[in-house]
């Protein structure tokens, strides 16, 4: 069953939340060690591909590790500094 391509944004999105759900759940158990976050390094295997009527727009997606349609892949690296908000 085909589905649609994941992108960048949705991975980086998933990345977010994830971290963020790290943070809040070692508050609410009231862990004892925590760790500090700090440069996340993120590698995301990425195709381009020609899509419209004339091949005329691009689309960056991400290659999931179900596979792909063998087109080729590049790798793109992101170092995240996360910056925390202060809870209200």
Do not use: C, W, Y
């Not at 009231?30 to 976050?37: M, S, T, Y």
């Not at 995301?44 to 087109?71: A, I, M």
């Amino acid at each position: 069953m085909a589905h649609e391509p994941l992108s960048l944004a949705d991975a980086m999105d998933v990345v977010r939340a994830e971290i963020g759900k790290a943070r809040i759940r070692a508050e609410v158990l009231g862990e004892e060690i925590r760790f500090d976050v700090g440069t996340v390094e993120v590698d995301f295997e990425v195709q381009f591909k020609r899509t419209g009527k004339n091949d005329d727009e691009l689309v960056l997606s991400v290659v999931e590790r179900d596979g792909s349609d063998g087109g080729d892949t590049h790798t793109i690296r992101f170092p995240l500094t996360p910056v925390f908000e202060p809870s209200p």
